[in-house]
């Protein structure tokens, strides 16, 4: 495909892009909202939470990289989707003298 029709194509998809973003984000600020709590009274995240609210904005970062034509791999249509996550801070190795989160609290 020739790179005028790639930059003619990106019109339709913007849009398709940004449906499916919108919706996207309003379910992200839930599970936003939700993760808050739930940390205020469990103490720790949420993995699933956490991962979900990752996965969204690796989407919205391999989108927006496709739609500023730093790309032409097109985010769920043939390139990059929600398996190519960006590191998560759970697949992190606890080293040895880092804090957890419970030894911040105060008694």
């Known amino acids: 495909m020739g790179e005028r029709v790639e930059a003619l194509l990106r019109i339709p998809l913007a849009i398709v892009y940004g449906i499916i973003l919108y919706g996207l984000?309003?379910?992200?600020?839930?599970?936003?909202?939700?993760?808050?709590?739930?940390?205020?009274?469990?103490?720790?995240?949420?993995?699933?939470?956490?991962?979900?609210a990752n996965a969204a904005a690796t989407f919205q970062y391999h989108v927006s990289r496709y739609l500023r034509f730093a790309t032409n791999e097109k985010p769920l249509f043939g390139g990059p989707g929600w398996e190519e996550l960006l590191p998560c801070d759970f697949d992190e190795q606890k080293k040895e003298g880092d804090m957890d989160f419970d030894e911040w609290k105060v008694y």
Request: aromatic share 18%.
């Open 25 to 52: 984000n309003l379910v992200v600020g839930v599970v936003t909202f939700v993760q808050f709590f739930y940390t205020l009274i469990v103490g720790k995240r949420h993995k699933g939470m956490a991962r979900f």
